[in-house]
């Protein structure tokens, strides 16, 4: 099932810190839950087409946040490309791998994981959970699991791209804003899940 890749990146030079809360959440309950090494949300900016790297948890976080690579390039770019998810068991076996990429990070993983971010039919970025214990990675429903963490990633993104800045950095927030509520909501559920 193809998708239209949407931009993602705002012009605006810092997202909203509930958002990037959020994005970090994701990455860290999905590195928790997997039993990985690292995770990673990797947005799509199509006028570039390249992936940046938004949240990073484990192995290379504390660089690998704002790092690009284009987007036709491994794994990723192929979810990126096509929408749907991957889980690649031993990637010295996978002709979709970029070993360069992976290099180049620093972090060369055995197995990885990766779903896409949409939303509306978008593709927005890419969640990946890289070395993920065996038993994480065993069926369909650790990758629906996966699905669940970059759907709360998308629900973030929607409200980084759509709405915009608020006028002051202190003005509160529009109590009847949908997206705002439910990124709340969602905030809240991966703090549950962590045990934060």
């Known amino acids: 099932m193809a998708q239209t890749i949407a931009p993602v990146v705002s012009a605006a030079p810092r997202p909203d810190p509930v958002v990037a809360e959020l994005l970090q959440s994701v990455v860290d309950t999905a ?5 990985a090494q690292a995770s990673s949300i990797m947005l799509l900016d199509a006028a570039a087409d390249e992936l940046i790297f938004e949240a990073v948890s484990g192995q290379g976080q504390e660089f690998l946040v704002g790092r690009r690579f284009q987007a036709g390039r491994g794994i990723a770019g192929w979810v990126a490309a096509s929408g749907e998810p991957m889980v690649v068991d031993d990637l010295h ?3 979709s791998f ?5 290099e180049s990070t620093g972090y060369v993983p055995n197995a990885l ?3 896409p971010l949409i939303r509306r039919d978008r593709v927005l970025g890419v969640l990946e959970v890289l070395d993920p214990s065996p038993q ?4 369909l429903p650790e990758l629906d699991l996966l699905g669940l ?3 709360q990633a998308a629900v973030a993104l929607h409200v980084l791209t759509t709405h915009a ?3 002051a950095p202190d003005a509160p927030d529009a109590p009847d804003d949908p997206s705002r509520t439910e990124l709340l909501h ?3 559920e991966a703090r549950r899940l962590l045990g934060a």
């Open 93 to 95: 076996d996978s002709a």
């Open 31 to 35: 590195r928790a839950i997997f039993g």
């Open 98 to 102: 970029d070993r360069d990429i992976a």
């Open 136 to 139: 994480a990675r065993s069926g």
């Open 186 to 188: 969602l905030l809240s």
């Open 165 to 167: 800045p608020r006028s």
């Open 113 to 115: 994981m990766a779903a």
């Open 149 to 151: 963490f970059a759907r």
